[in-house]
């Protein structure tokens, strides 16, 4: 039974290769009371129930909503929200299907076996897909059904055979790690096209370089220990052109009449690697991007600050000792004016404030401690700073570690940013600001006791709210890779999370 799941196994990965689906189970039902028992599943569902509200089985046709009436087929389809099966879609939408096609396998005296094929997303699925579905319930058979085999061999191997040559996998037998009882034409029209059978060696020495040694290494490993077989590797052409292939093979035991055997299925997954190499390229340029973005940011922050520092604030300061000369002169005259003594002082109290406010906003836009010293320090005098104006106790506790330079930057602009918002308008009585990292992430959390807010409102572009300090906040994470969770509610004060992912090298 044990090797008759394996081979099920294998069937069950096949089926949703072949008819790209999302999740199948193999099941027996009992004819008379009915019970259905799974016998296995694949998929991406996790333990669905089976055949719910079906009644009893006892027409072969099953339903197919695409067939004329007079047409008898061995597939059912059975869609979400169709009227005429109530129980099978009800079904369905507790497990989140568009629709789920019924194949009948075969049905003995006992047991009807039956394959169900779930999708996700709703789709074409006519005569075509039918056929093909068909095809795989004839495979299914032959397979499973040892006695018909026995039985029907010669009708049995010419469907098997036909249908191995249209099907877009690459099945194989092997009695030993050199040599292929059986082999699907599709692999020799890949390695050795219009040549036949394919010589000895031939998938050996199509392996590619830097796979052979780990990939056949791994298949005499599967025929010495028994253990399953599943690797990826790649192979070269006749053309010279790489592809992709998932391999997976179970050992049949040996037996008094057999040897031990190997069953397994070649996965073309080429493509799926092209993908993801176009997906970690456009990954690598999308940080290449934002760093250079965050590096120009700081530039220009950098220069306004220089600017600000050099010129603005030399100029305030210029104009304050001009003032508190003319505030001395004032009250150094035989009769000072008391008004204009008062307007002097008040301006150079004006002037002070600001060359104060002008050089704090040197320090924000640049932190020497940033790049000194790293976020932790930089965040410790942020912090220090935010708690004597805000009028609130406020704790800090982050790693005294150092990050690249784009996290360090995003990691301070937030926690900045959300202290700025605390500051204006929580009312917080204590801010907890904590940084920490597990390797791949660095995540912060900033918690107030605040009178909270409305975080839909706040965030509705459309409403033109005042909190676009959050919404930039959340984007420019977000471009990042990152991502950001805020929490609240009106007198619940404010929890925000943020993680921002640490790009290697």
């Known amino acids: 039974m044990a090797d008759e799941r394996s081979l099920l196994e294998t069937l069950l990965e096949y089926t949703l290769s072949a008819l790209d689906a999302d999740h199948a189970t193999f099941c027996e039902v009992e004819n008379s009371p009915e019970v259905i028992t799974v016998v296995a ?121 036909t249908l191995v040559q249209q099907i877009p996998a690459i099945p194989y037998v092997a009695e030993s790690p050199h040599q292929a009882t059986f082999l699907s034409p599709a692999i020799t029209r890949l390695l050795s096209p219009g040549v036949e059978p394919l010589p000895y060696g031939a998938w050996t020495d199509a392996l590619h370089a830097a796979d052979r040694a780990r990939v056949v290494a791994a298949f005499e490993r599967h025929f010495q220990t028994g253990e399953p077989y599943d690797e990826e590797y790649r192979l070269i052409d006749a053309e010279g052109a790489v592809h992709w292939f998932h391999d997976r093979a179970t050992l049949l035991p040996a037996t008094e009449s057999s040897p031990a055997r190997s069953h397994g299925v070649m996965f073309d997954v080429t493509e799926r690697h092209r993908a993801e190499e176009a997906l970690r390229r456009s990954e690598q340029s999308r940080q290449q991007v934002l760093e250079a973005m965050l590096h120009a940011e700081a530039a220009a922050r950098a220069q306004i600050a220089g600017e600000l520092h050099d010129d603005t604030i030399q100029v305030m300061t210029a104009a304050l000792l001009a003032v508190e000369r003319a505030s001395l002169a004032s009250v150094a005259a035989s009769s000072p004016d008391p008004r204009l003594t008062a307007a002097l002082d008040a301006a150079c109290a004006t002037l002070q404030t600001a060359v104060e406010r002008a050089r704090r906003l040197t320090f924000e836009l640049r932190p020497p401690l940033l790049d000194a010293k790293g976020v932790a320090a930089a965040l410790r005098d942020l912090v220090e700073e935010v708690e004597r104006e805000g009028g609130f106790e406020a704790t800090l506790d982050a790693p005294a570690g150092r990050f690249p330079y784009t996290v360090e930057d995003l990691a301070f ?26 390797g791949d992430w660095l995540h912060g959390k900033l918690t107030d006791d605040g009178r909270g807010f409305d975080v839909a409102r706040a965030l509705d572009r459309r409403g033109m709210r005042l909190h676009l300090g959050l919404d930039a906040m959340r984007e420019r994470l977000r471009l990042a890779g990152g991502d950001v969770r805020i929490k609240s509610a009106p007198g619940e004060g404010t929890e925000l999370e943020f993680a921002i992912p640490i790009a290697e090298g």
């Open 41 to 161: 599943a694949s998929g991406i569902l996790t333990d669905p129930e089976v055949l719910p509200g079906m009644g009893p089985l006892v027409s072969d046709d099953l339903g197919y909503d695409g067939a004329p009436e007079t047409e008898e087929s061995r597939v059912g389809i059975y869609r979400r929200g169709d009227p005429n099966t109530p129980g099978v879609t009800a079904f369905l939408d507790r497990i989140g299907c568009a629709f789920d096609v019924t194949i009948r396998i075969f049905q003995d005296d006992v047991r009807t076996h039956l394959l169900e094929v779930y999708w996700v997303d709703d789709r074409p699925f006519g005569p075509p897909e039918v056929a093909r579905a068909e095809q795989l319930a004839l495979l299914l058979e032959t397979v499973i059904s040892r006695d018909r085999l026995t039985l029907q061999l010669a009708q049995a191997e010419t469907r098997f055979r």
């Open 413 to 438: 602009r937030t926690v900045k940013e959300a202290l700025s918002n605390t500051r204006k308008h929580a009312d917080a009585r204590h801010v907890e600001v904590q940084l920490w990292s597990d």
